[in-house]
């Protein structure tokens, strides 16, 4: 099995910058995926890592370090509709993608 | 271009009864997982199916089955139905496990 940790729930103002933690343990790690989730539908892809470092897309990076098991999704700018769970999901050799429980962000005015 | 199509979107059964949900993959995609996500949790991985075999299972009982057909598209049976068993139910298809694009899900209810 494997342990995903995120947090529940975190609060930020429009334009800001919010960084949601994420770190794991498993064996044959293959990967680590980043999802958006909004209330009642489907999680969309975000971000995917699967060395060390940091990766850039727009408003959102990505960043992993295999070593610390750790990884974390840095939103920038902050607008209103990126109020929404953000799921941390890891991948092991055979195939199996897990996620954590999800973090909700709450975006205020 | 067609993403992940996923039939019905919501559904009610009593306790005991057997429900199938149905799936087709994107265009291009040849691998379909299935996952069970309940309320304010993460997905939960069932299986998944590549050539049409159950490639991976994750910690479900057997009541949980499936099946892939040769056009990609999948279904998952869930017999004697449990009121536990009322989750959002989600599909998600991929080719060469790069990326994996989900679908809206189907919103199960058991009474």
């Known amino acids: 099995g494997q342990n995903i940790d995120q947090p529940t729930e975190m609060t930020a103002t429009e334009g800001a910058i919010v960084q949601i933690n994420c770190t794991y343990q498993t064996s044959g790690f293959n990967g680590l995926f980043w999802y958006q989730q909004h209330a009642g539908e489907a999680p969309t892809f975000l971000s995917y890592n699967v060395l060390d470092g940091l990766e850039e897309k727009g408003r959102f990076s990505s960043f992993l370090s295999r070593s610390k098991g750790y990884s974390y999704l840095l939103l920038k700018e902050l607008q209103m509709k990126d109020s929404a769970s953000y799921l941390c999901?890891?991948?092991?050799?055979?195939?199996?993608?897990?996620f954590g429980a999800g973090t909700t962000v709450t975006v205020r005015a | 271009d067609a993403g992940v199509t996923q039939s019905p979107t919501h559904l009610i059964k009593t306790r005991g009864q057997q429900v199938t949900l149905r799936c087709s993959p994107k265009?291009?995609?040849?691998?379909v997982s299935w996952y069970q996500q309940a309320l304010g949790q993460g997905p939960q991985f069932i299986f998944q199916y590549y050539e049409e075999e159950e490639r991976q299972r994750g910690n479900f009982p057997d009541r949980f089955s499936g099946h892939q057909f040769p056009n990609y598209s999948s279904e998952l049976n869930v017999n004697a139905l449990l009121l536990g068993d009322s989750a959002l139910y989600l599909c998600?298809?991929?080719?060469?496990?790069?990326?994996?694009?989900f679908g809206s899900g189907t919103r199960l209810t058991v009474v």
């Open positions: 999901a890891v991948r092991r050799d055979d195939y199996k993608l897990s």
């Open positions: 998600a298809s991929s080719l060469e496990e790069r990326s994996y694009t």
């Open positions: 265009s291009g995609h040849d691998t």
